[in-house]
């Protein structure tokens, strides 16, 4: 039988699949925790110098006449990182995130060769560890260090947790995994917000934020390996054997599961070239190359207005612990809209993720059109509900990119989509600097990114009610393809095929 087959035998969401699924989603809330460390552990409290803003001839010295007046804890009150050594701070948190692009373009590809579980064990493993390195940290230098080593893991484990968490049920349910995926980081950062409330001192906040990845590794330890990856890279019987054992812990009786297709599981997992699916069939395939071109520039968009939107707002004043809630909870309206359009026949995936790119940009462009502060209608309400819309987009972008890329290369292809989506986020702190140059001009960057993007999207394919693509060879199958459409699209196809025959 194929595999949706049978997931219909065995359960496309079980209670097993329910208890699996529920430990990677709430994973999320810890790496949502160590992606926002650096904004409180790298919080900058005023500060007073003793004799004035003179200069002095070395920091040893400027450290003898700096006193702290805010009440924090944070790296820069234990190393002074003010005034001349001001940028570490921004440096560790840099170095976090490159590290996580690092690791998107090195554990991604990777997963696809070896194996879902041995990739996300491994880099949960060591995020953990790291992330107590960066707790008892002796030294900004062991401090930077960990933190770029805390972003590899991350990079690496959270694309390896996101597609397990499709992987493991029936392609019915990915875009409710998926989304509750990206809710609950939303939710993450808004606990992270409290965490940081109620533990002020650094090194206290920083071991509270990691020590829950010890309970999330044990739980983790015995799931099993990714019954799709098994059945895409050859391995069928050992596929069956996952498949039975889930079976048996939704409580069906052991069923008789004989997986097939009509080309061999080993041959349908090598590229057009015989070799193994890897990074470079996203260049050299003739359907991927277009696919993955406009799939990075969506990534790069969702980001950079992403984060340029909260940058811009971040200069608001006012209770940090509270700013850092609301970025994550403005959010969660999002998702909701998510879950209802994208499972509609006439919105899908395509067509809701343009529309709500589409929205961001032209949010964007109304805040130029309103005042900044006083009226009900504002800049600051409108960049917010631009933030929502694009919100909203990244969540579907996940969904929609794992369901276009096949499983022996998904991992290989969201690892790509994900660098070029640090690299929007790398940008994005400077396009609010381009005020500058014009004071509309950071929200025109904005307006046309989310626009462009948006109307780009449209020229991909797709997925609502489709079949999930195994290998390389059923993207450019026109009998897939036939496959791909549901019953009724099928049947109105060939009645209409069968009327000049019938008239004949």
Excluded at 398 to 424: D, F, K, Q, W
Excluded at 448 to 461: D, I
Aim: glycine residues 8%; charged residues 15%; proline residues 4%.
């Amino acid at each position: 039988m194929d595999l949706e087959e049978a997931y219909q035998v065995v359960g496309e969401f079980g209670s097993y699949q329910k208890r699996m699924v529920i430990i990677l989603i709430l994973l999320q809330v810890y790496m949502a925790c160590q992606s926002m460390l650096i904004i409180l552990v790298g919080a900058v409290p005023e500060y007073h110098i003793e004799q004035g803003d003179q200069s002095f001839s070395n920091h040893e010295e400027l450290i003898q006449h700096v006193t702290f007046t805010g009440d924090v804890s944070s790296i820069v009150t234990e190393w002074f990182l003010i005034k001349h050594q001001a940028f570490k701070v921004s440096l560790s948190g840099s170095l976090f995130f490159a590290g996580v692009l690092v690791g998107n373009v090195l554990f991604g590809p990777l997963s696809d060769k070896i194996g879902r579980k041995p990739i996300f064990l491994t880099c949960l493993f060591f995020e953990v560890l790291f992330g107590f390195a960066t707790a008892l940290a002796p030294t900004y230098e062991v401090f930077a260090l960990s933190r770029l080593l805390v972003g590899l893991m991350n990079g690496g484990m959270a694309l390896v947790c996101f597609v397990l968490t499709q992987e493991y049920v029936g392609k019915s349910y990915w875009a409710l995994t998926g989304t509750l995926t990206n809710m609950t980081f939303a939710v993450g950062i808004a606990l992270f917000g409290a965490l940081g409330y109620f533990i002020r001192p650094w090194r206290n906040l920083a071991l509270a934020a990691n020590s829950p990845g010890v309970l999330f590794f044990l739980l983790c330890v015995n799931l099993p390996e990714s019954p799709r990856w098994l059945f895409s890279r050859g391995y069928t019987d050992r596929a069956e054997e996952v498949l039975r054992y889930v079976a048996l812990r939704n409580g069906n009786a052991a069923p008789t599961l004989l997986l097939h297709r009509a080309s061999s599981s080993k041959a349908g997992s090598r590229g057009n070239d015989g070799g193994r699916p890897g990074v470079l069939h996203l260049v050299t395939h003739p359907v991927l190359r277009w696919r993955t071109v406009l799939l990075m520039y969506v990534w790069y968009s969702c980001s950079l207005v992403y984060y340029g939107l909260t940058m811009g707002a971040s200069g608001d004043a006012g209770n940090r612990y509270l700013t850092v809630a609301m970025y994550g909870l403005v959010e969660l309206p999002a998702y909701p809209l998510c879950i209802y359009f994208i499972n509609k026949d006439w919105a899908g995936r395509r067509k809701t993720m343009s529309s709500f790119l589409g929205l961001a940009g032209l949010s964007c462009f109304c805040t130029m059109l309103v005042p900044i502060t006083g009226a009900l209608v504002n800049s600051t309400s409108l960049a917010l509900l631009g933030k929502l819309m694009v919100s909203a987009a990244f969540n579907i972008v996940y969904v929609y990119t794992s369901e276009l890329y096949p499983t022996v290369i998904r991992n290989a292809g969201l690892g790509v989509c994900s660098m070029s989506c640090r690299v929007g986020g790398i940008l994005a702190p400077f396009v609010p600097s381009m005020k500058a140059l014009h004071a509309s001009m950071p929200f025109t960057v904005f307006c046309l990114t989310g626009v462009s993007a948006g109307c780009l999207s449209l020229l991909l394919p797709e997925t609502l009610n489709k079949p999930l693509l195994e290998t390389l060879e059923e993207l450019s199958n026109p009998s897939y393809q036939r496959i791909a459409e549901t019953r009724g699209q099928l049947l109105n196809d060939e009645e209409e095929k069968a009327t000049p025959r019938l008239k004949k």
